[in-house]
């Protein structure tokens, strides 16, 4: 498994931003301004590539931080 | 019995027709909302799209392509003992398109004609429906008719990026000692929520509020009669399922990997696309693709892509097809095809 600045570096490239956005383990998911349905295709791709972890659109709508999301992989 | 072989069953033909009329998913969507479209479209893969106007159906794209590839083939209409049309955009929902079709191309009243409802993963399916009727020995010539007006449930064409229209036209025949082609076919019936149009059927029938329009928690606005697309389960289905099946469906045939010439998978959106390529170790000149200038074509795209793709190869010699399509349903299929002499059309703009 990556560290997690690893994984930010990844989880950046996966949304692919529009705009450069500062990211932290503690940054809401929802309050980035592209967290939409491309980004969560793009989060499931770099999991299961990644990763070798199936997550599903539920386990999406369960975590809340970029962290958790990184836990939810480890 | 997901896998099989059939004998005897020789590739005879495809024609593909589209649309005339091309919208393109940044140029033609409002300047304010063009940055978030180019990010979109980077991650689909998808710039351009052909679209039927109002009056156009699936049916008269198919009409086109059959035409044209009967024509070419030399068959005379009285030869084809069987139509086969598959698609989710019939003209009614009562009758069949495939019989209304039967009279349209001038075939005989002998002709059997019926229609089969499957969408993105249609094609191999189809060809073993028809592979199956003629390695029997009951008919000697069949044509499949096949694909979609996927684009017809947004009223604004804007505001759905990724489908696109066409109608195809196969040719399969009885040919002694024809190199076997092989299937690997699959149903999951649990996961019809992820692709579907909710109402207009006998579970849900049609009432005047369902063509009403609400806004969604994602802000665009939907009638009950719009195709509702769950993402993360169709890339999750896609990307788990049709990697093993293609191994599978190998293992089957015995053949490896590289002794296949070109492997045309549905064209869904390239993320999906992308991932099943690298899962299956495959390199990007053995997978062509028509998702940037065609989109996300329906069952149709694996023609679509021969066609525009592999027409100087396939007049060149034999190719090996393995040709695999996954979606609605859930339903995902593999073939594996030898062509050669097989007459190709070029692409048909209607």
């Known amino acids: ?74 | 019995m997901a896998t099989s072989t059939l004998k005897n069953v020789r590739f005879a033909g495809m024609a593909t027709c589209v649309p005339k009329h091309v919208i393109h998913n940044v140029n033609d969507v409002p300047p304010h909302l063009r940055s978030e479209r180019e990010r979109l479209v980077r991650n689909i893969g998808i710039e351009t799209r052909r679209v039927c106007p109002d009056w156009q159906c699936f049916s008269d794209l198919a009409y086109d392509a059959a035409d044209k590839l009967l024509n070419d083939l030399q068959w005379s209409r009285d030869e084809v003992d069987a139509l086969i049309v598959v698609t989710q955009s019939p003209d009614y929902l009562v009758p069949a398109t495939a019989i209304i079709l039967q009279d349209r191309l001038g075939l005989a009243h002998s002709t059997i004609a019926f229609d089969v409802n499957l969408g993105c993963s249609s094609y191999p399916f189809a060809l073993q429906i028809m592979g199956s009727m003629i390695a029997s020995g009951a008919i000697k010539k069949g044509l499949i008719l096949l694909g979609d007006r996927s684009s017809y449930k947004h009223k604004d064409p804007l505001k759905d990026p990724l489908f696109s229209d066409a109608g195809t036209a196969t040719a399969l025949e009885y040919k002694e000692g024809a190199p076997p082609m092989y299937f690997d076919l699959n149903s999951d019936g649990s996961g019809y929520k992820a692709i579907i149009v909710p109402v207009g059927g006998h579970r849900n029938p049609f009432q005047l509020e369902h063509g009403i329009a609400r806004k969604g928690d994602d802000g665009f606005w939907r009638s009950d009669l719009d195709l509702i697309l769950d993402g993360p389960a169709v890339i999750s289905f896609s990307t788990q399922r049709v990697p093993p099946m293609v191994e599978k469906l190998l293992g089957y045939a015995n053949i490896a990997k590289d002794e296949i010439d070109y492997f045309i998978f549905h064209q869904a959106n390239r993320m999906i696309n992308e991932t099943i390529r690298k899962k299956l170790g495959l390199p990007e000149d053995k997978v062509p693709s028509t998702l940037r200038e065609f989109g996300n074509t329906s069952g149709a795209s694996l023609p679509v892509t021969v066609t525009v793709r592999l027409r100087d190869q396939l007049a060149a010699g034999k190719q090996r097809l393995l040709l695999c399509g996954f979606g609605v349903g859930l339903s995902w299929g593999g073939a594996i095809v030898d062509v050669e002499d097989a007459i190709f059309p070029q692409l048909i703009i209607s």
């Open chain 1, 1 to 74: 498994m990556d560290n997690i600045d690893t994984f930010i570096e990844k989880f950046i490239t996966a949304v692919d931003f529009q705009e450069a956005v500062e990211i932290t383990p503690d940054t809401i998911l929802k309050d980035l301004p592209e967290w939409d349905s491309l980004a969560a295709l793009g989060v499931i791709v770099l999991s299961d590539m990644e990763y070798g972890k199936t997550i599903t659109g539920e386990h999406l709508k369960q975590v809340s931080t970029v962290n958790d999301l990184y836990q939810l992989l480890n």
